[in-house]
């Protein structure tokens, strides 16, 4: 008996440990994480500015070797199951980190980087809805000041850029003084600020981004076209991040027979349903929303009802909003919706929409004609969903997020020509473990996977 107590109480120690070490890490991460435009991974951030100065980097090297020497000292093979999958998912975590600084360091490699770290960091504030009070009308400020300085590391830390990379960002860049005073005129009613603070942090942010896509633009000839990271950084990614046993060329393989499949089931489809009437565009945004909310809660019922999963009625409601003029003036530059965060579970998640119309692009228009797909996808039991349990829990790190990922050919009733059809399997709910999806920057070595 003393022996199996001294074991229990051996054990109970290094799993404190491995809390401990969890929080350390998570609370450093809140500080270091870069921002992405993806919007599964955001997290409550201190604020203040941001540093990507070398100096910064090598200080986050440093704090990395720490929390691996931490982890590894820990020996798992006593504990139970559920506290061996938290082990590796913070193991997963660090070597997300390790991928970020060393193996693809976007730091030193991508310019668009710099502009998550920038014009990214201000849309994710503003997409938490408004007013906004004098808290965070500040950190919106901040974020704008800030740009300038992080732009600059940007420069100095650039170290012969893809040129594929370097395109993209001067694209995106395109005519973005306009775009921020837009922003900055719309947004100057909704907070706090002055109008001449804003407007000078804005003038500058802009100045410094027009020289930044001046500067990449000048580089562009002499800049290389490569842009893999080769297989090892794959290995490493899938083996350590994704903690997947495949190889890339097994991906390869498994991608091109669910192609093949997706294909073939919507030539099924379309040629099945080839006289159904097409569906119809909501017919104005107060429609639409009104739609999206009464089919969200028959979303939660049919759940329910068919025993497929419970929805705690704490969990507030995936809804649609009008996108206000400041956000809509950023587009492109992060998701335009909000899945709150573990200090505001009491309010709903919003997805931001513009006015229902046949110009939209395919998704949003096809959105725009029935709501369910992207509810499924992004709310209930999609990813604000998955979110919220584990928020409500303290333990949104360490948590296997269970990822509906409804494919659009054959969950919607829906094909890109406009008919409707119902595919085989089609009411089905495809259910997948992502471990690597709770850990931030959600980014496979060289294409970005969607959200």
């Not at 562009?220 to 990271?229: D, F, Q």
């Not at 089919?295 to 009625?313: A, G, H, M, N, Y």
């Not at 997020?401 to 829906?414: E, F, Y």
Request: glycine share 6%; net charge positive; hydrophobic share 35%.
């Amino acid at each position: 008996m003393f022996l199996i107590a001294l074991l229990l109480g051996n054990a109970s120690a290094t799993t404190a440990s491995l809390d401990k070490l969890a929080n350390d890490f998570w609370a450093w991460r809140g500080k270091y994480a870069p921002f992405t435009d993806d919007d599964v991974n955001r997290i409550e951030r201190p604020s203040g500015p941001r540093d990507w100065s070398r100096a910064s980097i090598d200080k986050q090297r440093q704090d990395l070797a720490e929390f691996e020497g931490r982890w590894k000292k820990l020996d798992p093979t006593a504990w139970s199951i559920p506290q061996q999958v938290d082990y590796r998912l913070i193991g997963s975590a660090l070597a997300r980190v390790r991928w970020e600084l060393d193996i693809n360091p976007r730091w030193k490699r991508d310019p668009n980087f710099y502009i998550a770290q920038t014009l990214t960091a201000v849309v994710e504030a503003l997409t938490v809805p408004g007013p906004y009070d004098a808290a965070r009308s500040r950190e919106i400020l901040t974020r704008l000041e800030n740009i300038p300085s992080i732009l600059q590391q940007g420069a100095d830390n650039l170290d012969k850029p893809p040129a594929p990379f370097a395109t993209v960002a001067i694209q995106a860049l395109e005519n973005i003084r306009p775009r921020l005073r837009q922003m900055a005129n719309a947004l100057l009613k909704s907070t706090t600020l002055k109008e001449q603070e804003l407007t000078s942090a804005t003038d500058r942010a802009a100045d410094a981004l027009e020289k930044f896509r001046q500067e990449l633009h000048q580089k562009l000839p002499s800049l290389p076209n490569e842009t893999a990271l080769g297989r090892d950084a794959y290995v490493f990614f899938l083996k350590n991040v994704a903690l997947m046993l495949y190889s890339p060329e097994d991906l390869l393989a498994m991608g091109k027979q669910e192609w093949n499949r997706v294909v073939a089931f919507e030539a099924f489809e379309k040629n099945r349903n080839k006289d159904v009437r097409p569906l119809k565009i909501a017919s104005g945004i107060d429609s639409w929303i009104k739609d999206a909310a009464q089919k969200e809660l028959q979303i939660r019922q049919f759940l329910q009802d068919r025993d497929i999963l419970t929805v705690p009625s704490w969990i507030q409601h995936y809804t649609l909003r009008p996108m206000p003029e400041y956000l809509r003036a950023l587009q492109g530059f992060g998701e335009m919706d909000d899945f709150t965060s573990p200090s505001r579970l009491n309010q709903n998640c919003i997805r931001y929409v513009p006015e229902p119309s046949g110009k939209l692009g395919y998704f949003w228009e096809a959105t725009a004609e029935d709501p369910r797909p992207i509810t499924v996808h992004e709310g209930i039991p999609g990813h604000y969903f998955q979110l919220c349990p584990a928020r409500g829990s303290g333990r949104e790190t360490c948590a296997w997020r269970v990822h509906t990922r409804t494919s659009r050919k054959i969950s919607t009733g829906k094909s890109p020509n406009g008919r409707r059809y119902r595919a085989p399997g089609g009411d089905r709910l495809f259910h997948g473990s992502r471990p690597s999806d709770h850990v931030p920057n959600r980014q496979t070595p060289d294409r970005k996977v969607s959200g």
